[in-house]
């Protein structure tokens, strides 16, 4: 059925929180497609990143924001909040998303940065790892006496049903208005962007705890070439840039082993994300302080 202008709905919904409570892991549970990148790792998410939905007569355009820094105050973490600031603005609702059943210092400062007249919900997340549904019943109360939560979602961002009801929860809070985005669009981020997010990706994953969150990535080349034999075919050269020489050698590993693997998982996704053939290629360059260094940070495509 199509949907008349007059007849739609439309908002933006900020995900808020804590690095690694599980925010770009349930706005891809949202949109239906990874638009955001994962990991273990704090810091895994580094711009405002949109994601839409658009489901009967409601468009959801869902913001998904870094987790905010309180730990160090170097260039990269201000502009990371920078980020989370400037997202939490301008919504008509915004989720903020804790551990299920915790709520530390981190999760405190978080939430006194918000303004009051945006609508709030508690997004109690990954619910699959309490124990007892029970136990969080205390901590529930607890947590109305904090904020005035306009609602309490205790869930799991990996759980099906718990994404389906959330479109019923969050639509009645965004105002009528015509749609923001093409109904099939899914985010407003391009391929080159969700490119150099692959590869970080995989380089997360793919390094664990020992190389320090400071490495980012950045595409060199991004061309598309004619190909009669390939369909589409996509040229891609990128730059892993890390702070010190042994985490090049991280990065590298035994005999170019963990770079393979690295590029070899990213070509692998980015060929399913864009319907192209992809040939791609990774290097790895030492830049000390970059992250300390306002100017690079800047010159990295951070805010
Ligand atoms: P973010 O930093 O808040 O964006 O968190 P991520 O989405 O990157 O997720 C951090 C980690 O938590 C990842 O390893 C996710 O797989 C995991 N995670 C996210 N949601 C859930 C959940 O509902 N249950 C469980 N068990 N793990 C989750
Ligand atoms: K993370
Ligand atoms: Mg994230």
């Known amino acids: 059925r199509v949907y008349a202008p007059e007849e739609q709905r439309c908002g933006l919904i900020a995900i808020v929180g804590k690095p690694n409570v599980g925010k770009s892991t349930l706005m891809n549970a949202l949109v239906g497609q990874k638009v955001s990148i994962t990991s273990r790792k704090a810091q895994t998410t580094r711009h405002r990143i949109t994601g839409i939905r658009t489901k009967d007569e409601t468009q959801f355009v869902f913001v998904d924001t870094p987790g905010f820094q309180t730990k160090h105050s170097t260039a990269l973490n201000k502009s990371l909040n920078k980020t989370v600031m400037g997202a939490i603005g301008d919504v008509d609702l915004i989720l903020f998303v804790v551990e299920a059943g915790s709520f530390t210092l981190a999760d405190a400062k978080v939430l006194s940065l918000f303004k009051p007249g945006i609508p709030t919900l508690l997004i109690a997340n990954k619910l699959d790892t309490v124990g007892r549904r029970a136990e969080i019943a205390p901590w529930l109360r607890d947590m109305q006496e904090r904020h005035p939560f ?69 595409i060199d080349k991004f061309e598309e070439e004619p190909s009669p034999k390939h369909g589409r075919f996509m040229r891609i050269a990128a730059t892993i840039v890390v702070e010190r020489d042994g985490h090049k050698a991280m990065v590298i590993g035994q005999g170019g082993e963990r770079l393979k693997r690295i590029s070899t998982e990213a070509r692998q996704e980015l060929e399913k994300l864009m319907g192209a053939k992809v040939f791609l290629e990774i290097w790895v360059k030492v830049r000390s302080g970059w992250a300390d260094d306002e100017a690079r940070v800047k010159s990295f495509g951070y805010e």
């Open 150 to 218: 306009a609602e309490f979602v205790p869930m799991s961002a990996k759980n099906k049903k718990d994404i389906e009801r959330m479109f019923g929860i969050c639509a009645k809070y965004l105002p009528q208005q015509p749609w923001f985005y093409s109904p099939d669009e899914l985010t407003d981020r391009s391929e080159k962007f969700l490119a150099s997010e692959t590869i970080r990706e995989k380089l997360f994953r793919f390094t664990g705890d020992e190389l320090p969150y400071t490495s980012t990535v950045v």
